[in-house]
T-cell receptor, first 106, second 111 residues
Framework: DVKVTQSSRYLVKRTGEKVFLECVQD?????MFWYRQDPGLGLRLIYF???????EKGDIPEGYSVSREKKERFSLILESASTNQTSMYLC?????FGAGTRLSVL | SQKIEQNSEALNIQEGKTATLTCNYT??????LQWYRQDPGRGPVFLLL?????KEKRKERLKVTFDTTLKQSLFHITASQPADSATYLC??????????FGAGTRLFVKA
């Protein structure tokens, strides 16, 4: 069974902290994606990667970076968390999504 | 700019009836359209994909139509059940890496 696993379901961080969100897929897919989902706005693409060490900006990359050192793992990094980054974060590999990480920045 | 519109109002129907959800789009030429189901606090689950040259697709109690002239897709759930209650997302892909998503329509099926 296909699996995309996000390391945390819920996170609470302070403003200014560096935050790492981890995502692992077991399908040997090249493409992986990070989205954020806010009420009424749908999913918005932050970054995607089509191969190891390759990354491309999505529609809302500001304040985020990513890392893809291994094919199965795609990490989203908030360099200095801000309150407007409070959101649901979803990792995907093709049409398969993880369960999501609900991040609250206080 | 590219836009996907799904009815933001929740759809309430009685068990056993057919639920019909609408997805409209503008300024986009999709290669395919997808429908997902999302339960509260969970990630979306892929349901169906329909390509631009297909008019209709079925999977069990689900039926999707795709009209590229009207720029619209309809998503039907026949013989609906309370377990079908969820938010349904429409998404468009251009055949490249990116997919754009609608905000979703909440469906409530009453027993």
């Amino acid at each position: 069974d296909v699996k995309v696993t996000q390391s945390s379901r819920y996170l609470v961080k302070r403003t200014g902290e560096k935050v790492f969100l981890e995502c692992v897929q077991d399908m040997d897919h090249e493409n992986m994606f990070w989205y954020r989902q806010d009420p009424g706005l749908g999913l918005r693409l932050i970054y995607f990667s089509y191969d190891v060490k390759m990354k491309e900006k999505g529609d809302i990359p500001e304040g985020y970076s990513v890392s893809r050192e291994k094919k199965e793992r795609f990490s989203l990094i908030l360099e200095s968390a801000s309150t407007n980054q409070t959101s649901m974060y979803l990792c995907a590999s093709f049409q398969y999504f993880g369960a999501g990480t609900r991040l609250s920045v206080l | 700019s590219q836009k996907i519109e799904q009815n933001s109002e929740a759809l309430n129907i009685q068990e056993g009836k057919t639920a019909t959800l609408t997805c409209n789009y503008t300024n986009y030429s999709p290669a395919y359209l997808q429908w997902y189901r999302q339960d509260p606090g969970r990630g979306p689950v892929f349901l169906l994909l329909i390509r631009e040259n297909e008019k209709e697709k079925r999977k069990e109690r689900l039926k999707v139509t795709f009209d590229t002239t009207l720029k619209q897709s309809l998503f039907h759930i026949t013989a609906s059940q309370p377990a079908d209650s969820a938010t349904y997302l429409c998404a468009l892909g251009d055949g490249g890496f990116k997919t754009i998503f609608g905000a979703g329509t909440r469906l409530f099926v009453k027993a």
